[in-house]
């Protein structure tokens, strides 16, 4: 006659074998998880400025300290570029309640003259008000962007996959299905800290900024994983290759645009808090503004902002930011793999 287990028994059996599935299953992602890289270093500003001498400067950077719609335009001017057909105006709307995203009446003029659309993406991560379009549509009309400009959320309607060529993270980049209906891409950034990458600027603003939901999350794990939300207090993702896979996606969509043919680059360097407009409730601004930046290269115009931030006297909550976070790697990951060059000639534009 069989031996019957009891019922107390019969339940540390069940939990017994539901231990050994999630080792299992963890033991797996880890494995799946693991990434061939040395082990990072925090770069000291001096090294990095030491290896973009101007004098062996391979783009143009150009800089205002005024910080004002006509200001705005210079930049603008200063690049030769005039965007024609459809153009689309890649900036971040800000999350709910951020008070630090740039303004639309700083920026309208310029939106206004190249006749833009702005555009945005949804959000992958839990608990952002931006996750879903409605929701996005309407703090992008709360904060005021709806009132200069159409704003239209690239992937409410599916995703776009576009190819990267020479990554070593990423094959290919999902963004939002609607970059297609677009003739040109006026980046306009607001270059501050960011709670992850150490800094967004530009390359982040083209990367995480036009991809998918799923493209997002794919670039947070080094192209292992694709299904959002992803809950990024507990992301298990080795920090350099999410901003090398940041780099590569980047470079995905400034190949699509065809580099300085179609896609230009502005990083306006005002109320710059070490969280991102993504925060709800940023830490306090302890930086002064400094001015706007242009540049038909993204890696020379994120390096400018980033020496001009080590250069100030303030700051140092962003300085320390982006250094604790090896966000200096996304620069040379970006130019080892061809999308820009660090070395760079800043042309000051005011008097």
């Known amino acids: 006659m069989k031996k019957r287990l009891g019922t107390g028994k019969k339940m540390l059996l069940v939990l017994a074998c539901v231990a050994v599935v999630l080792v299992a299953l963890a033991l ?28 062996d400067a391979h783009a143009v950077v150009y800089m205002t300290s005024d910080i004002s719609p006509e ?11 005039d965007l024609t057909g459809r153009v689309a105006v890649k900036l971040s709307t800000g999350e709910a309640g951020n008070p630090n995203h740039l303004s639309p009446d700083l920026i309208k003029d310029l939106v206004h003259r190249v006749n833009g659309t702005i555009v945005e993406c949804n959000t992958a991560y839990s608990g952002s008000k931006r996750a879903e379009t409605a929701m996005h549509l309407q703090v992008a009309k709360d ?17 776009l996959t576009i190819p990267v060529e020479g990554g070593v993270r990423l094959k290919e980049n999902r963004v939002g299905k609607d970059l297609a209906d677009y003739d040109a891409v006026l980046v306009l950034t ?18 995480i900024g036009i991809a998918s939901a799923s493209g997002k999350t794919r670039i947070h794990t080094g192209g292992v994983f694709s299904r959002p939300p992803i809950d990024i207090g507990s992301l298990l993702t080795n920090q350099d290759v999410f901003t090398e896979s ?25 109320r710059m808090s070490v969280d991102c407009d993504c925060v ?15 540049s038909l290269d993204p890696v020379a115009l994120d390096q ?9 006297e303030d700051g140092d909550s962003l300085k320390e930011r982006i250094l604790s ?27």
């Not at 990072?40 to 090294?47: L, N, P, Q, R, V």
């Not at 966000?327 to 130019?335: S, T, W």
């Open 325 to 351: 976070k090896n966000g200096l790697h996304i620069l040379r990951h970006a130019e080892e793999i061809g999308l820009g060059h660090r070395a760079y000639e800043l042309v000051l534009l005011d008097p």
């Open 246 to 270: 940041m780099a590569e996606a980047a470079k995905s969509v400034s190949d699509y645009e065809g580099h300085g043919e179609r896609i230009v680059y502005v990083n306006v360097m005002n």
């Open 304 to 312: 400018a902002c980033i020496d001009l931030v080590f250069a100030a």
């Open 280 to 294: 709800s409730s940023p830490t306090e601004v302890d930086m002064h503004d400094i001015g706007i930046l242009s």
């Open 28 to 55: 797996g992602y880890r494995a799946h998880m693991h990434y061939d890289i040395e082990p990072h270093a925090y770069y000291d500003i001096e090294t990095m400025a030491a290896e973009a001498r101007p004098a």
């Open 190 to 207: 607001h270059f501050k800290g960011h709670p992850m990458a150490g800094f967004g600027g530009s390359l982040k603003n083209i990367s």
């Open 143 to 159: 904060h005021g962007f709806t009132d200069i400009a159409d704003v239209d959320i690239m992937d409410a309607e599916g995703e």
């Open 71 to 81: 200001g705005l335009n210079k930049a603008y001017d200063a690049l030769g570029v």
